[in-house]
């Protein structure tokens, strides 16, 4: 694993976007594994601007996206369909064809997440994938437990993880109770894997993460199996190791 500890957030959004964008210059039609929340967005906002002046180009690029609530349309405007439109593809010379953020409101949730296996198999594999952290050691949806799934699969959400993502709905009664995720084992096989942290409130899970056993019991800690991750933090979430 290749720990970097940033300057500032500005730092750390500019490195990730530098990343993804000079995958694009090598390989155009490369696949981009993308996350929601807050981590990415100053991300996309750096790829936005880079579009904007011709440094990087989306239009043969494919993206997949780790998760999605379950039972929200994907026009609701807490889906993570609509979040990845606002922040970034609607900005870019993305084809819209060519981007995938699971169905949550399919009708049949279990060929939903076949359907997601086979779109990273038919254009991947996922050349980079950008994920954030839970705090409690989730990536994309994976929440702790000794039930971890490697494929996409529809997950119960921790209490703790509707609290975190009320912000954004404004009641956590509000917060869908299970979601669509790439499992585990999708997310490994991706060539590469980025893993963004900022803020104090993330430093001890990053830790136990990244210097602790490997175990379901903090999903993160299974990219430490992986042979090409990158994990960016700034002062606040990787203090420790200074
Ligand atoms: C989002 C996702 C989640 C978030 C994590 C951190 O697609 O899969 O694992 O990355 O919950 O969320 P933020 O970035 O809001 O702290």
């Known amino acids: 694993m290749n720990i970097r500890i940033l300057n500032s957030r500005e730092d750390l959004n500019a490195t990730a976007a530098a ?3 000079s995958l694009l210059l090598n390989k155009p039609q490369a696949m981009l594994g993308l996350a929601t929340g807050s981590t990415p967005i100053g991300i996309y906002r750096q790829l936005v601007e880079m579009y904007r002046k011709g440094q990087v180009s989306f239009a043969r690029a494919y993206s997949v996206n780790l998760d999605e609530y ?7 405007p807490q889906s993570y369909r609509s979040f990845m439109n606002e922040h970034l593809f609607q900005h870019i010379d993305i084809p819209l064809a060519h981007t995938r953020v699971p169905d949550g409101n399919a009708a049949d949730l279990a060929a939903e997440c076949a ?3 086979q779109a990273i198999l038919d254009h991947g594999p996922v050349d980079v994938q950008l994920l954030g952290i839970g705090h409690n050691g989730h990536i994309g949806f994976n929440e702790p437990g000794q039930g971890l799934k490697g ?4 997950v119960d959400l921790e209490e703790g993880t509707r609290a975190a993502n009320a912000r954004f709905f404004g009641n956590i009664a509000d917060v869908p109770k299970q979601a669509v995720t790439m499992g585990v084992g999708t997310i ?8 963004v942290a900022f803020g104090a409130d993330k430093a001890d899970i990053v830790k136990q993460a990244f210097t602790g056993p490997v175990t379901t ?23 420790w190791l200074i």
């Open 19 to 21: 990343v993804i964008a």
């Open 70 to 76: 379950v039972g929200l349309p994907p026009e609701h």
């Open 115 to 117: 359907a997601h296996e």
């Open 151 to 154: 494929a996409t699969h529809v």
């Open 188 to 195: 490994l096989k991706a060539k590469q894997i980025i893993l």
């Open 217 to 239: 019991e903090c999903p993160a800690s299974l990219l430490q199996c992986h042979p090409n991750v990158l994990i960016l933090l700034d002062q606040e979430a990787g203090g």
